[in-house]
């Protein structure tokens, strides 16, 4: 017959089991977010979280320990709404997962300077006419990945009317009424 102490330290001992046995399933991890980076001053937005061992209607993504409205897409997959308020100055955000009392590990969400991109110098400066394809480096500051570089030629008609120039879509040069009279 078992005392009572041997009682007490076999079933803590067959809960610890249990219970990590349950943990080592359920443990949730983060590989990635989407995105990774977003501007200061941003509004809200849908952070995919991407990982391993979510549960539907039990995993919740947490910014810096605040749970966050969020969607079960799979046990890989999951997509919460960040606040406005979140983003709303430069740093570092922890982003995690809750499942009833198992967190994972932080991921980082950078929330970088918003201040608008400046560009300083284009290389190079001059390209022979005609030329087919040219590659461009743009040198500035505050590029944000997925930056898009507008060249347009109607920004370039409305500062000079006047002015010739050599278009990117190849199209022939055409000569303004203003400049046959010159």
């Known amino acids: 017959m078992m005392r009572r102490k041997q009682r007490v330290i076999v079933a803590a001992s067959f809960a610890t089991l249990l219970l990590g046995s349950w943990c080592h399933v359920f443990a949730q991890t983060i590989s990635s977010l989407k995105p990774s980076t977003v501007a200061a001053g941003s509004p809200s937005f849908t952070l995919t979280v991407t990982g ?3 549960v539907s209607n039990s995993s919740v993504v947490r910014v810096n320990g605040a749970n966050r409205s969020t969607m079960f897409v799979s046990t890989l997959q999951l997509t919460a709404t960040i606040l406005a308020s979140d983003v709303a100055s430069p740093g570092a955000l922890q982003i995690t997962v809750a499942n009833a009392l198992i967190v ?13 991109p400046s560009l300083n110098r ?3 400066g001059f390209v022979a006419q005609g030329a087919d394809r040219i590659q461009m480096t743009l040198i500035g500051a505050n590029f944000r990945p997925g930056a898009i570089v507008v060249i347009s030629r109607e920004q370039l008609d409305r500062k000079n009317p006047r002015r010739r120039y050599l278009s990117l879509e190849r199209h022939p040069y055409q000569q303004h009424r203003d400049d046959r009279a010159g």
């Not at 994972?104 to 608008?116: C, E, G, K, N």
Request: hydrophobic share 35%; charged share 0%.
């Open 52 to 54: 391993s061992g979510f």
């Open 122 to 124: 284009i290389s190079p």
């Open 104 to 116: 994972s590990q932080p991921a980082i969400l950078t929330v970088s300077s918003s201040l608008p």
